[in-house]
């Protein structure tokens, strides 16, 4: 009996510990919201399964011992053991810490705690809340080492985008992958920033599995995406407001202007050239030129899933009026976007993702001398914008400053752009650790431009007319020459060139082919993960322009080339065309190896091959190396407050191929026109003389840093680098023996001239649970950067970059010990005072006279030599030395507000945007010029008579250090019953603004003055950034 019963009780206990049970439960969010999409795995066993639309599921476990792991991205995992449980709830929490979210790299993805390289996250989010209108600003402020500084505040305007530094005279802006499809920095504004998941920036060597296009850095740009099993989620924003400046000049008003104008003549000699100065106010240009102008947004989306599929499909309308010219300056846009992810089956997916874009811009000149902007600095407040006939006045007396209000009125730019771009990916699951991806993109672009040029009179002598006199007739134009048997000479033809138009269509596809596997192996302690793959790149133009003249009745209706009239024996339309074609072939590798996820080592070996260099160096290695060391894993940091702690460094070399294609070879170019026998007949010379041995630029990249997070809420990283550039491109002066200097011809271009960049990066972050009713976030981040050329091209001193004034001397260099296109000029110290002074200074300044300003004497020779540059001296660097940027956030029960900081600290401005000629208007800082009763020692004297104080100085060099509010937000979000009521799960509204305040000592519109490497800082006329006050909402359901 005793036996029966132990063998029955031994029997039970099998039964209860080994038999299977269902387990079934729901997994709701921290706002018991229920979440789809959750992994549930039994601990220690294969296979698992996955929470439904409902967020319900169902397990099998094999005894009530085993333990369920719960997990999802962005929230704590939980272990539950099921005990005598047959239903359990989870409720997830998000995580405090963002350190297991997974990134996107190069060619594959990785947790965020386990990145050996300096690469950022900016999430969509936060892009989202600055309600932006172009997509290249977003990172502006965001992320430490990336300087974004904007090249035309206008509607549809690009900006420069920097990583650690200036790097080469050319092309600095970084490699852009939206999805995998290579984009350029202005195409960046085809983006719908509404439209954006997450943007990782790859700042060091770590970017090297780009190879040849990675020297500048690489941004990589994901859209969003649905989730599997969840239902549809329904999302509509919009948003309007109105722009205006943030700044008008203070420029003389016409009775000020009478009083400088009249002293300047008459202390030129000359008589006053107004009889009374009290003129009171005058015309304000500025008035007359900038209004308010609207910019509105709507944005529509759904996401969600099935079983084996996802999808995310996204629509935009976005249009900007400009704050110059209104609807003569805009931007339009329409997006639409699909993104769609289909496991077909269990070793299958397919990955596809379309975006298309339509937009439409239209521009005015600008940033540069004859800008609209430019003019109306320098028109005089003294004439009325029209005269009593109800015309435009004319501003006679300055050759190249006309009406600006008349110049917008003629102005007709139009460009018309249709994108499409996509992927499609296949991704094969061959092992549990093994897959293989094959992946096509494309981008494919069509872009018509149209120009009109009406006839149009601004005044006697403007280098802008285009109509013979005030009655427009149209001009008389040389055309060729014809015989004259009468004489037996050689008669020019003049034919009438009335209204032109300007049409161009631009064709452009680029298809990259890549394939590669990912492959991930776990034993025991070590964890092991490889790429290997190889692409294929190919981007083709086609390029298609014409010109046709005496356009019927001078009006934009007729405007195109088909409907110009072209008198006389010689036609006058013109069209042209050409292709180009560039080329990349491609392989990778890629390895890592961690152990116990503490140690973790990487290296990374790409192999390019290039059209654009020449035969003798088209393939070329970047390797690159980087490692990390988890030190928070170890036992002997048993420190509380520190829950995160890794060391990391990396090294590695990668390249810049951003220069025009087959430019290594020898180019015939047009020379000049000939006559013989009758016919006119074009010569060739010699263009571009032909360097096989042209090859990329490279960068060796150095990067120590430190991430470290305390208290499971603090994070803070600091990185320090040192980038050398190696083998610049530059275009050398060489002798015109080779023909080189004819004219259509071009020196060559050779691999010549170095460039340093060292700095140090800080960032950091502090944010408490969003989901709490009151809560804090802050970001800050700081970089410090210095830039310096290190070499030039052998037979040089420098490079000599932008000008200074109409027709002036180079005022910028690339010269070594410098940065990149640093400020030369001459230094003042002070303005003679008396003639004493200068009877007893011991420089000769040749032609001084009291109130002229004081020049120093660099080389020590005892006078200043204006015939030279052996007394000028750098003058300043349009580099800042520092930039900072901060996010702060707070909510309180449903209302929240926000602030977005930038600051650049250090650069200086040229301000060259004043006409150096007697009649033009100028800023008010005049008025403390030097006179006898007003001794200034800043402002020299105005005359007329022959002096030294336009030459290129520090005079006229400018602080360009600012700190801007870029957005200021304030919102408040309904309450969930409230929105339940109206059958939606969020309802937030909120008025912003943007770029509220800039605080800066500069005098022009705008210190945010971008340009290229050689042209930075330099203000011509910049069209600023505008202000706007907007308000909108978001909803969700």
Known sequence: MKFITLSFLIFFSISFFSQNLIITGKVVDENKETMPGVNIKVEGKEGGATTDLDGRYFITVDNQLNTLIFSFIGYKSQAVTVNDKIKIDIQLKPSSENLDEVVVVGYGTSRIKELTGATVQVKGESIERLNIPRMDQALQGQVSGVTISTNSGSPGGTSNIRIRGLSTSGNNNPLI????????AQGLNALNPGDIESINVLKDATAGIYGVRAANGVIIIETKKGKKGSKPKFEVGS????????????LLNAGEYALIKNEMFIRGGGQPIFNNTDLKVGSNWQDSIFQDAPVQSFNIGVNGGGKNSSYSIGGNYFSQDGIVGGKKSNFERYNARVNLVNSLSKKLTLTSVFLYTHEQRSVLAENGIGSVLYNTINAFPTRNIHSPDGNYEYLDEVSDIINPVAQIENTYNRSLTNKLVGKQEFEVKILDNLSFTNRLSYNYAIVDGKTFNPLAWYGSGKYANSALNANLEPVMVFNGFQYNQNSDTYDSILVERGASVSEQRATYLDLNYESFLNYNLNINDHNIKSTLGASVFRRKGDVLNGTGFNIPNNSIDYADISASQSPGQFNQNNTGSYEF??????????????????????????????SKFGPNSRYGYFPSFSGAWIVSEESFLNFKPITFLKLRTSYGISGNDQIANFAYRALLNGEGVYVFDDIITAGVAIGTAANPDLKWETTKQLNIGVDLQL?????????YFIKNTNDLLFSPNVSALIGSYGPGGYPP???????????????????????????????LNFTYLKNEVTSVPDGIDFIPGASFGVGGNTATRFEVGFPIGYFFGYQTNGIYQNQSQIDNSNINQDGAQVGDLIFVDQDGDGKINFNDNSDKTNLGSPLPKFMFGTVLGFNLYGFDISANLYAALGQKIIRNYERQQPYANQLNYVLDRWTVDNPSNEVPVYTTASNRNGVFSDFFVENGSFLRVRNIQIGYILPKDFCKKFKTNYVRFYIAANNLFTFTKYMGYDPDIGGGALSGGVDNGFYPQARTIMGGVNIKF
């Open 177 to 184: 992958l939206v999805d995998g499809v290579v984009y350029d």
């Open 749 to 779: 271009i050779v691999n010549a001239g170095n460039v340093s960049n060292k700095g140090f990066e800080f960032e950091f972050g502090y944010a408490t649970n969003p989901n709490n009713p009151i809560g804090v976030n802050v970001n």
């Open 711 to 719: 208290f499971n809420s603090f994070d803070l990283t600091a990185n």
């Open 581 to 610: 074609e560039e080329r990349l072939l491609s392989a990778f590798l890629r390895g890592e190896y961690s152990y116990k996820f503490k140690y973790i080592f990487s290296g990374v070996i790409r192999r390019d091959g290039s």
């Open 239 to 250: 948003y309007y407001g109105m722009q205006s400046t943030t700044k008008k000049l203070n």
